[in-house]
Structures are given as structure tokens and as C-alpha cells.
């Protein structure tokens, strides 16, 4: 069994196909899926896919691009639409100055709304971070001296601060198309290194397909190349990989999976 850990199922680049494009992901083994929110005021737009399938769970919100548009987001308005029985972790959201350009402090205003989120509800925060590590990694220890909180690095790109500052959180790490890109040979060799309950597999899906398709609209099927990459670079077969993947996603999103893991 293969959890797609992060996608994008709501957006419109799935709308005409939908039910092909999932089938073909259970064609090759993928049996859940957690669709992620971008916008915590638009998240009627996930949590309604979500509502449609019963192998697919959602998180609410606001990713760092979009900080500017939600710059007064509150834990309160966040922690309300965790009560719907679809929503099983917070997020996305995070620090990007590289492909986002909303303001510094609107994105870590936001950003620390979504961890106090995550603080008072125990559900897990999927994080964005590109290239804020120290920032990223500094924030992370000064909320969790205070509250710690399940959560999961997604599409993991930082380098050993980040990676070490995730390991002594208790923080997941997320691998998806990046892995398999020239030039992300420091993300492999952690990747290669890192304990095998802390690796979740994603898509990031309909972006960062892996290679050789990145030009093309990715899709949760193509999870299977992030998978076989990854378990050559473990020295380890793409069954029992992608099986501990699936045990960590359980584990982490268990507000979605407790009750049916075995
Ligand atoms: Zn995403």
C-alpha cells in the first residue's frame, strides 16, 4: 500500500480528469491520499474533494506565497475547520522567499498562526520551506520549547540544519520529485541517511514530477519513480519502502489512518 502524503487534488489541473488520474494511481498501488490546502479561506475547495472519496483526507492552510492574501489568519479560524472529520493536519504553510514573493512578515505572522494551530490541536503541520533554513529551523525549536507538535517537512529540500533540527523535533520528512532531479545530490545523500520512520512519500502533485517527466503535469501514479529512487538509495526493495512510508504517514496523519491501520 502507497500514501500519497501531499497533494493537490482540488486544483483545476485535475478537474477534467479526476477519477482516471486516480485510478491510474491505484493501478500501481496507491490506496490514500492527503490533499493539501493552500488557502485557509478557501478551503471549502479541499475539504469538498476530500468529502467526494473516502480514501482522501485534507489539510487546511495558507501557503507562504499566498501570505500577503490571508496576512491576518488566526489559530482560532484555522483550529474551526480542523472540527470537520476530513481535516487531518494543518498546513501547507511555511517560509519562501524563492518562488513566493508575499511580504517577510506577513508569511512568518502567518506561519506562526499555523503552529499555534498545530500546537493546541496536536494535528500535524505540513511545512513549505525553500531556502530558510536558519529561519525555518529557528522558528521550529523556539515553538516546540514551548509546545511541541507533530509535523512533517514536505518535499524536503533543506540541508543539515534543517535535517537535524527536524530529527530532534520529532518532525517527518517528505520526498517527492525533487529527489530525483539533477543537482539534489545533498537532499539524496540525507535522504540515503536519514532513519527509516521518518520518510513520507509524496507527489506534490499536479507540480514536480519526478524525473524524466518533469516537464509534464505530475500525478500520484508517478510516485512510484520517487519511491524506486529512494529505496535504491536505502539500499532497501521498493515494497518494504514504500510499506514503512505508508506506517509513517499512518502514524503521523492518525487522525485520518488510526483507525484503519492494522
Ligand atoms: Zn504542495
Known amino acids: 500500500m502507497i500514501i500519497d502524503s501531499h497533494l493537490h487534488l482540488d486544483f483545476d489541473e485535475f478537474a477534467e480528469d ?3 488520474v486516480m485510478a491510474r494511481a491505484a493501478a500501481v498501488g496507491v490506496e490514500a491520499y492527503v490533499t493539501i490546502g493552500i488557502r485557509v479561506r478557501d ?58 514573493n508575499a511580504a517577510w512578515p506577513a508569511q512568518t505572522a502567518v506561519f506562526a498562526a499555523h503552529i499555534e494551530a498545530a ?12 531556502r530558510e533554513d536558519e529561519a ?3 522558528m521550529l525549536r523556539e515553538a516546540h520549547a514551548k509546545a511541541p507538535f507533530p509535523f512533517v517537512v514536505h518535499a524536503f529540500s533543506g540541508g543539515p540544519l534543517l535535517a537535524e533540527t527536524t530529527l530532534a523535533l520529532g518532525g517527518y520528512f517528505g520526498f517527492g520529485g525533487l529527489l530525483t532531479y539533477p543537482g539534489n545530490d545533498l537532499q539524496r545523500e540525507i535522504a540515503a541517511a536519514l532513519p527509516a520512520d521518518r520518510l513520507l512519500l509524496e507527489t506534490d502533485s499536479p507540480s514536480l514530477a519526478p524525473a524524466p517527466l518533469q ?8 510516485i512510484v ?21 505508508s506506517a509513517n504517514t499512518r502514524r503521523l496523519f492518525s487522525k485520518a489512518f488510526a483507525a484503519r491501520s492494522a
Do not use: W
Open 18 to 20: 479526476r477519477d482516471a
Open 43 to 100: 478551503s471549502a475547495r479541499v475539504i469538498a474533494v476530500a468529502e467526494a472519496y473516502d480514501n482522501v483526507f485534507c489539510t487546511v492552510g495558507t501557503l507562504p506565497h499566498l501570505a500577503d492574501e490571508e496576512h491576518d489568519v488566526t489559530a482560532d479560524e484555522i483550529i474551526a475547520l480542523t472540527h470537520h472529520p476530513k481535516v487531518v493536519g494543518i498546513g501547507e504553510a511555511g517560509l519562501d522567499r524563492v518562488y513566493g
Open 119 to 130: 500546537q493546541r490541536t496536536q494535528l500535524p503541520l505540513v511545512i513549505h520551506s525553500v
Open 136 to 138: 525555518m529551523a529557528g
Open 215 to 222: 516537464e509534464t503535469r505530475n500525478e500520484p501514479a508517478n
Open 225 to 245: 519513480l520517487t519511491a524506486q529512487l529512494l529505496a535504491k538509495l536505502r539500499g532497501t526493495d521498493v515494497g518494504s519502502l514504500a510499506a514503512q512510508c
